[in-house]
């Protein structure tokens, strides 16, 4: 996509993946484990064809309150957020 050509992004594939990937890397000083991110440059999309509501209400007041900019099961905010990323 056009839009993320020089940007940094991660798709999370399950929650299982993310935390095989935590535990192979939570000793590396230099990993994002240890070193953190930003959370003023973190953009997320959750559940944009709206078909996930059980994964929606199991994530979405966590997304909020730690990665404050995103949209929730709306594919119209979606393309505005890649939007967003050409933008910022």
């Given at each position: 996509m056009p839009a993320l050509i020089d940007q940094h992004v991660?798709?999370?594939?399950?929650v299982h993946f993310?935390?095989?990937?935590?535990?192979?890397?939570a000793d590396d000083p230099a990993s994002v484990v240890s070193v953190g991110v930003d959370?003023?440059?973190v953009f997320y999309v959750l559940n944009p064809d709206n078909d996930l509501a059980n994964t929606q209400k199991t994530f979405e007041s966590w997304f909020a309150?730690?990665?404050p900019a995103g949209v929730l099961s709306d594919i119209s905010s979606y393309f505005l957020g890649l939007h967003?990323?050409?933008i910022d």
């Open positions: 991660t798709r999370m594939p399950s993310l935390y095989a990937h935590w535990k192979s890397v959370r003023r440059s309150r730690y990665a967003k990323l050409t």
